[in-house]
């Protein structure tokens, strides 16, 4: 079956420094991959996508690369800003599923300034 | 656009009791909703898939007779937990599918917050 596996948190960083969460997928097919990213006392958003391989998804500063070589789709932004302190969840749909989405466990991301 | 509403955001109920979410999509129509149930700092597990008209295709080890899913049009679907015990008490989150020319979208719900006493 379809699995995510994401890093655990919780990932405490530094204003500005860079972030990677690592993820890295089973499929029986060919998923769509997403990162979601759920603030305090919000609902789950999405952050970016990728749905077929070497595709980029892009939003807000954070990238991730669909990976089929190494079934990965990490999670990358440059330079975190005290307000990217959130929960992010790694995530795979496939038509053969109904397109619901397969989570990973969720990393907890704290910037301090 | 793209919103999904849910109601209530967070109830209390006694043992033995039913209680029903809403889960609506506000300006779009929704072939496909889901539902999915999340424990504090764990994933979200999907529960089950509803689509408009037909019966939900439930999850392994979800039972179908405690958690009713009606999906009533294409903007509402409704998830009764039925005789609610304290083991039920959980965050739950629907989603919306909604098909685009670019590929299809899934948006969430705030989630309904439900304790069980």
């Known amino acids: 079956g379809n699995s995510v596996t994401q890093m655990e948190g919780p990932v405490t960083l530094s204003e500005e420094a860079f972030l990677t969460i690592n993820c890295t997928y089973t499929a029986t097919g060919y998923p769509s991959l997403f990162w979601y990213v759920q603030y305090p006392g919000e609902g789950l958003q999405l952050l970016l996508k990728a749905t077929k391989a070497d595709d980029k998804g892009s939003n807000k500063g954070f990238e991730a690369t669909y990976r089929k070589e190494t079934t990965s789709f990490h999670l990358e932004k440059g330079s975190v800003q005290v307000s990217d302190s959130a929960v992010y969840f790694c995530a795979l749909s496939e038509s053969n599923s109904g397109y619901a989405l397969n989570f990973g466990k969720g990393t907890s991301l704290l910037v301090t300034p | 656009g793209a919103v999904v509403s849910q109601h209530p955001s967070w109830v209390i109920c006694k043992s033995g009791t039913s209680v029903k979410i809403e889960c609506r999509s506000l300006d779009f129509q929704a072939t496909t909703m889901f539902w999915y149930r999340q424990f504090p700092k764990q994933s979200l597990m999907l529960m089950a898939t509803?689509?408009?008209?037909?019966?939900?295709?439930?999850e392994q080890g979800v039972e179908k007779d405690k958690f009713l899913i009606n999906h009533a049009s294409l903007t509402l679907s409704t998830l009764t937990v039925t005789s609610a015990h304290p083991e039920d008490s959980s965050f739950y989150i629907c989603?919306?599918?909604?098909?685009?020319?670019?590929?299809?979208?899934?948006?969430f719900g705030p989630g309904t917050r439900l304790t069980v006493t």
């Open positions: 509803s689509n408009e008209g037909s019966k939900a295709t439930y």
């Open positions: 989603s919306a599918r909604v098909i685009r020319d670019r590929g299809s979208e899934q948006y």
